[in-house]
């Protein structure tokens, strides 16, 4: 059964709860992009999944929801600069080789997107996911549409880690948790999971019932804008 999303009502949710009353047009327009594929491609698939996918593209772009660079640079050359350092300073151990130096063609392969996308075997991947040369052009990534497909079927399909939404939210397993290892391990796992359920309760149009509820979800919204 296709349900379209009550976006005043998403956007009113979601403005209180994750971006501290305030909403920007990028803002906007980024998850407009995102409810406007989903509605198009996957309308009869699972919300929880939805929600993951917003919750995971308002943390990789550090709550912008715009396509943006590693390191938030404005250019390749800058977030090259701050990487190298980071690197250097030993900032990076988890990184065996530095793979945003420009190949052979002067092409950089760090990340770019609402969710980074890293490495050229990654590109290529999704290159044949989404039907756009991203080995001819890596910056087609920091398009809207493009930036979008990546993130949606990336995540549906598993492209990332060979984790995919179906793995851990399905209709018998609701592990907001390890859904993070779709994208990255387990990093800020908890905070993510968090992230998706508010995202999931303004895409469900679901309003707290009780006081004690209703409490439960002013603090909620509090803690959200505190660490936010």
Not at 17 to 35: C, D, H, R, S, W
Not at 111 to 121: A, D, I, N, S, Y
Not at 155 to 178: C, I, P, Q, R, Y
Not at 194 to 203: H, P, Q, S, V
């Amino acid at each position: 059964m296709v349900i379209h999303i009550d976006r005043p009502f998403f956007f009113d949710i979601v403005r209180d709860a994750l971006f501290k009353g305030v909403l920007n047009q990028p803002q906007v327009e980024g998850m407009t992009a995102i409810l406007d594929f989903w509605e198009a491609r996957l309308p009869e698939a699972d919300q929880r999944w939805l929600a993951y996918i917003m919750a995971t593209a308002y943390h990789e772009t550090a709550y912008t929801m715009q396509p943006v660079r590693e390191t938030l640079a404005l250019t390749d050359g800058g977030a090259i600069d701050v990487l190298e350092k980071a690197f250097a300073g030993g900032k990076l151990s988890w990184v065996k080789t530095p793979y945003w130096r420009p190949d052979e063609d002067g092409k950089s392969w760090l990340g770019r997107g609402l969710v980074q996308l890293t490495h050229k075997r990654n590109y290529e991947a999704m290159s044949k996911l989404t039907g756009v040369d991203l080995v001819a052009e890596p910056d087609r990534a920091m398009e809207m549409d493009t930036a979008v497909s990546i993130l949606i079927e990336g995540m549906v399909d598993g492209s990332f880690t060979n984790h995919k939404l179906a793995d851990h939210l399905n209709e018998t397993t609701d592990d907001w948790v390890n859904a993070r290892r779709i994208v990255n391990g387990t990093d800020r796992a908890e905070k993510l999971a968090g992230y998706g359920k508010t995202f999931l309760a303004a895409i469900r149009h679901e309003r707290p019932v009780g006081w004690v509820a209703r409490l439960k979800a002013w603090l909620d919204r509090g803690i959200a804008r505190i660490i936010g």
